[in-house]
C-alpha cells in the first residue's frame, strides 16, 4: 500500500539522458566513467504481488561501444517473490539502451509491503572504465481484497445503487486499473506542457465511512493514480531543490532539519497516498472534494488526499523530543519541514485565482458501466507554477 522509492533515481537517469547525447557510434573520444543508467518507464516503482504488469525497466549507457555489452541483472530481497524477464540484456554495439522486466511471480509470499532492488549481478563482467551508476528500488505489495457478504449492509448499498442507476460498482472494487493525465506548467513560460498519460493500478475498496444513503469508495492506494507524481513534487521543493535548500547562502536551517532527521536525496524513504470518502448519490452525483489548509492556515477546499512519508515522521519524532525545535529560531523558513500537506495540494481549487488561461478547471466526476473519471487541479505552493490538471480514468474489472 506504500510507495517506495530508493531517491537518486531519477536524478541518475536524468543524468544518464543528457550524458547519453554526447555519442551514438562508438566512444566517441568521451573518457569518463561509461555508466549504466538504469530507469523505470512510466516512473513505475511499486509492483503488486498479483499484478500481471511487469515494472519495465530501461538499461542506458552514457556512450555506446565498439563491442556487445552483455549485462546480467539480479533482484535483492526476498527470494520467491520477483523475476527478471529478458535477462541478461544484450546492448549492441554502436547502441546505448535495453530494456528487461521485473514481474511479479504471484506467489502470495509477502504479508506486508517488502523493499527491492535490481542490480548487476555478482559475477557481472564489466569492461573497463564501465559501472553502474546506481542500483534500483522498488516496493512490491500484496493485495488482499476482501470478499464482499452479500449479506452485508454495505454491500445492500452498491445493490440499491446498481438498481437506482444501472451501474454495477462492485466492478470498481479491489485492484482497478487507472490511465491518469497529467497537464503541467512550463516554469520559464507559464504555458502548459503537453499533457503526459500515467498508466497505474489503484486499489479501491468500500469505505468504512459509507452510510445507509449512498455507497463511499476508498482510494487505499495510489490514489488517483499520481502517487509518483506527487512524490516527485514533494522532492523538487524540499531535498531536490538545490537553488535554496544547499549552498553557501542557503538558510542554516534547511541543513538542520535534514541533519536532524537524516533526509536527503539519497535517503531511502515511504510515501504513500490515500483518499476516503469518495460519495455516490443520486443521478450519478459523486463528491469527492473536502476541506484542508493552505500554507497560511486558511480553510480550502480541495481533492482531501491523506499521506503518509516517513522523513515527516521522524520529524515530528524530532519535534516532541525536543531534538528539533523549529519555534526557537527566528530565522526559521516555513517551508523547512517534510510535511506533505504543507507543500502539495495547498491551494484551493474551486476558482482559477491565477485568473489566467491556463489548467484550472472545475473539479467533476462522472461513472458509467465503462468507465469512472475524475477531473480536477492540485497545487504546490512552494513552485511558481500554474494549477496541474489531472484526468484520472478508471475502467472496470470484469
Partial sequence: MKKILMLGCMLAAMAGFTACEDDNTGNGGYEGINYIYLSTQEGKTTLYETDADPIVVDVMLTAALQEDLVLSFAINGT??????????????AGEK??????????????????????????????????????????????????????????TALLNA??????????KYIGLVNVSTVITGTDPD???????????????IELSESATAEAPVLKMATNAMGIEDYMYQILRSVTVDNDDYWYGEYTMPCYDALMTAINWNKTSEE????????????????????????SQYEDEITIVPFDYSFTAYDRELAAIESGELDP?????????????????????DITEDWFEMEGNWIEASASVS???????????ACSLDYDYTRI????????
Fill in 161 to 170: 445503487y446498481k438498481e437506482a442507476t444501472g451501474i454495477d460498482l462492485t
Fill in 327 to 347: 519555534s526557537a529560531d527566528p530565522e526559521w523558513m516555513y517551508d523547512a519541514t517534510a510535511n506533505p500537506y504543507y507543500h502539495l495540494n495547498c491551494d
Fill in 97 to 154: 539502451t535495453g530494456t528487461f522486466n521485473i514481474v511479479s511471480n504471484n506467489a502470495g509470499v509477502l504479508e506486508a509491503s517488502a523493499n527491492f532492488t535490481v542490480a548487476l549481478a555478482a559475477d557481472a563482467d564489466l569492461p573497463e572504465n564501465v559501472e553502474l551508476k546506481e542500483a534500483l528500488a522498488f516496493v512490491v505489495t500484496p493485495v488482499v481484497v476482501e470478499e464482499q457478504d452479500p449479506t452485508d449492509e454495505k
Fill in 270 to 293: 515511504v510515501f504513500s497516498m490515500s483518499l476516503d470518502g469518495i460519495t455516490f448519490g443520486a443521478e450519478g452525483a459523486i463528491e469527492f472534494l473536502g476541506q484542508g489548509l
Fill in 391 to 398: 484526468v484520472a480514468t478508471y475502467t472496470p474489472n470484469n
Fill in 79 to 92: 527470494e520467491g517473490v520477483v523475476s527478471i524477464e529478458g535477462n541478461p540484456v544484450t546492448i549492441k
Fill in 189 to 203: 513560460s507559464g504555458e502548459p506542457l503537453e499533457p503526459r498519460t500515467v498508466n497505474g493500478k489503484t486499489l
Fill in 369 to 379: 458501466e465503462t468507465a469512472l473519471t475524475f477531473t480536477f487541479c492540485v497545487y
